[in-house]
């Protein structure tokens, strides 16, 4: 089961051209625990797969070997048809790429909220600075806290903090955005405004993998939903019939376990 | 009380602009060279973080004094090493400079290390995320916040310093504390006067290090 992937159009052969993010036989142990089992996940462009899970069952491991933040033992992973680099050069100019947002939201604290938006794009991009400015003023705008511009993070509350960090990883136009669980860390009455500009992103289609426990999110916004436990993909199908029709136990028993309440 | 310097024989603030200028000199040496060995600390190069590990457990243990006297002694006076001085006087200064520099540095390097440790793990994985080197994750988001949050163990390393540079004496550098042994040998009758007088001297030189410092901790802590 963990091998298939289950985007909508699987069979036909420019969808296979269309896959951005490709996962085969991904392995790794934190010690003596396995905490990715023979991962095999492909993810297509323009799509939103949600990954969901239960604690430790690896699925914030996994968004974060996307971009190499955690190394793999085994297995290879390929972003726009290009072999995740090691180290170095290379691996600095595929992150830049890949957009990542973060539980704890990491803005920096000694920049502002328009600096924050901005240093990828001087220092990395080599964008000048005026355009910079601009682009990131921009983004603060769609993000919604265009007025906390000269602010610094510690001002602001978890919801905007983490609309700027959203803000921070558009910046550098990526093909893809990985969110690590990023309303987990977040007060119930601010999960919203994050969730709808994520919701807006995927409207976008922007291709998006989201580490989440908002369900509701998996149901309206993603393309698919990837169900993981253990450090395995147990189970992955379109939110309607994941969530409907669950076929494994392990996930009949999770969705029992946070629906019903 | 202090009529003995009013004989012209005893230069005293030429002695305490020479402590000056090497507590100067070398303030700025050690914290670039500080700053140059945190980064091989916390570097990914294995034989960079063991060169930096090594070198911060041997000089930081090392008395200042045989630093200070093997540069003048093994490097100058061995190897011949001059660092473009002229005369004994000038040589003995920048050897001084240089001896208090890789001295302090050590104390430099573990300062900053305790504030890079104030900085959450997280805002260098953003930074890594962006695509950021890893020079550029420690020159824009790392070193500028463990720096803010160093300024207090930085100013006791500079303090100490000031304070070290009684110890070029012993190499020949025309400072304060060599004037101050001078003075003791001719005006034994006013020792305290002199102990004094050169205590004061410390006091005027530190004390706003201290102050300004403690003010600045204040004014540019980052706020979390």
């Given at each position: 089961m963990s091998g298939v992937a289950v985007s909508k159009d699987n069979e036909d052969a420019p969808r296979a051209q269309e896959d951005l993010v490709v996962l085969s036989g991904v392995n790794k142990h934190f010690g003596a625990l396995h905490?990715?089992?023979?991962i095999d996940l492909t993810i297509g462009r323009g799509e939103v797969v949600v990954v969901i899970g239960p604690s430790g069952s690896g699925k914030s491991t996994l968004c974060r070997t996307i971009n190499r933040l955690e190394t793999i033992d085994a297995g290879t992973i390929t972003i726009d048809g290009k072999p995740l680099p090691a180290e170095g050069r290379e691996l600095a100019r595929l992150r830049s790429d890949v957009g990542m947002v973060f539980q704890s939201f990491n803005l920096f604290a000694h920049k502002t909220v328009l600096e924050n938006v901005m240093l990828g794009q001087v220092k990395v991009r080599r964008t000048a600075k005026g355009e910079a400015e601009a682009k990131a003023r921009a983004l603060l705008e769609r993000v919604g806290v265009a007025a906390q511009a000269d602010k610094y993070p510690a001002q602001l509350s978890g919801g905007q903090q983490q609309r700027v960090a959203i803000a921070r990883a558009l910046a550098m136009g990526p093909k893809v955005m990985l969110f690590?669980?990023?309303?987990?860390?977040?007060d119930p009455e601010m999960i919203n405004e994050v969730l709808e500009v994520m919701q807006q992103l995927a409207r976008e289609g922007m291709t998006m993998v989201v580490v989440t426990h908002e369900m509701g999110f998996a149901r309206s916004a993603a393309d698919r939903v990837v169900f993981m436990a253990d450090g395995r993909i147990v189970e992955q199908a379109t939110p309607e019939e994941f969530f409907s029709n669950p076929r494994s136990d392990r996930a009949k028993d999770f969705l029992s376990k946070i629906l019903h309440h | 009380m202090f009529d003995f310097l009013d004989s012209g024989q005893y230069d005293l603030l030429g002695a305490f602009w020479v402590t000056a200028q090497l507590a100067l000199y070398s303030a700025i040496g050690s914290l670039v060279w500080g700053t140059a060995l945190v980064a091989m600390r916390v570097s990914p190069v294995p034989l960079m973080r063991g060169f930096g590990t090594a070198y911060v457990n041997l000089v930081r243990n090392t008395p200042l004094t045989v630093v200070v006297v093997a540069c003048s002694?093994?490097?100058?006076?061995?190897?011949?090493?001059?660092?473009?001085?002229?005369?004994f006087k000038e040589i003995g200064f920048r050897l001084a400079v240089l001896g208090l520099t890789a001295y302090t540095g050590t104390f430099v390097c573990e300062a900053l290390r305790s504030g890079i440790n104030t900085v959450p793990a997280g805002q260098a994985e953003a930074a890594r995320a962006l695509g950021m080197s890893f020079t550029q994750v420690l020159t824009l988001v790392v070193l500028p916040q463990a720096f803010r949050a160093a300024i207090t163990p930085l100013a006791n390393v500079l303090i100490a310093l000031t304070k070290n540079t009684t110890v070029a004496a012993a190499i020949g550098a025309t400072e304060a504390a060599l004037l101050m042994k001078e003075m003791i040998e001719n005006e034994a009758q006013a020792l305290f006067t002199v102990f004094g007088i050169f205590a004061f001297g410390f006091i005027v030189l530190t004390l706003p290090t201290g102050l300004v410092l403690g003010w600045a901790a204040k004014r540019l802590a980052v706020k979390r």
């Open positions: 905490v990715l089992q023979d690590d669980e990023p309303t987990s860390a977040l | 002694f093994g490097l100058n006076q061995t190897l011949q090493v001059t660092l473009g001085g002229d005369d």
